[in-house]
């Protein structure tokens, strides 16, 4: 079973900031990683899809990059409608995992 | 426009039994697989089940082997996850969404269904 730890557990910035979130899976993924987004009462929303790539309509501020064990997700400058909890998945293998969260609050 | 409604969420009590359902609109949903992923109150994601588009291939979290069952019926347009000997930490609410293991952004999920197993 693979286990994703994601870092920091909180993230407290101000709008305008840069947040870099942190995803390392206990064994390689290669580049099958996502990145969500989820706000109070929601369901979750797709942001970054292969490691890296956007999904549609997502922000150009957002982006993703790694592969392997290692994994980030960046807002470039946040925006007030950003401060969420963010979550990364693994799909490549079974059983399917995700990250235990990271919450971005404002500061 | 996409929807995925589930519904049959509600209280149960422990070792009980229950059936969500989850039609499917808007989209070939005979084609996608589709999973079921569940949030408990005040806690992260947790995958749960996912079905292959033709429903022969089923796959399991440990915490709910043998326990639950997902299945399909690609003539309804409809997920279903069988729930049975449920648990007070199976409180949660009970998301489906289409599963696409990689090159897609599509991304479809339900509104979620809340099932609560307490006596």
């Known amino acids: ?107 | 426009e996409v929807q995925l409604v589930e519904s049959g969420g509600g209280l149960v009590q422990p070792g009980g039994s229950l059936r969500l359902s989850c039609p499917a609109s808007g989209f070939t949903f005979s084609s996608y697989a589709m999973s079921w992923v569940r949030q408990g109150p005040g806690r992260g994601l947790e995958w749960v089940s996912t079905i292959s588009s033709s429903g022969v291939g089923t796959y399991y979290a440990d915490s709910v082997k043998g326990r639950f069952t997902i299945s399909r019926d690609n003539s309804k347009n409809t997920l279903y996850l069988q729930m049975n000997s449920l648990r007070a930490e199976d409180t949660a609410v009970y998301y489906c969404a289409i599963y696409i293991q990689t090159g897609s952004n599509e991304d479809y999920w339900g509104q979620g269904t809340l099932v609560t197993v307490s006596s």
């Not at chain 1, 730890?5 to 407290?12: E, I, V, Y």
């Not at chain 1, 206990?26 to 490691?51: C, E, F, M, T």
């Not at chain 1, 501020?61 to 409608?81: A, K, Q």
């Open chain 1, 1 to 107: 079973e693979i286990v994703l730890t994601q870092s920091p557990a909180t993230l407290s910035l101000s709008p305008g900031e840069r947040a870099t979130l942190s995803c390392r899976a206990s064994q390689s993924v290669r580049s099958y990683l996502a990145w969500y987004q989820q706000k109070p009462g929601q369901a979750p929303r797709l942001l970054i899809y292969d490691a890296s790539s956007r999904a549609t309509g997502i922000p150009a501020r957002f982006s993703g990059s790694g592969s392997g064990t290692d994994f980030t997700l960046t807002i470039s400058s946040l925006e007030p409608e950003d401060f969420a909890v963010y979550y990364c998945q693994q799909r490549s293998d079974w059983p399917l995992s995700f990250g235990g969260g990271t919450n971005v609050e404002i500061k």
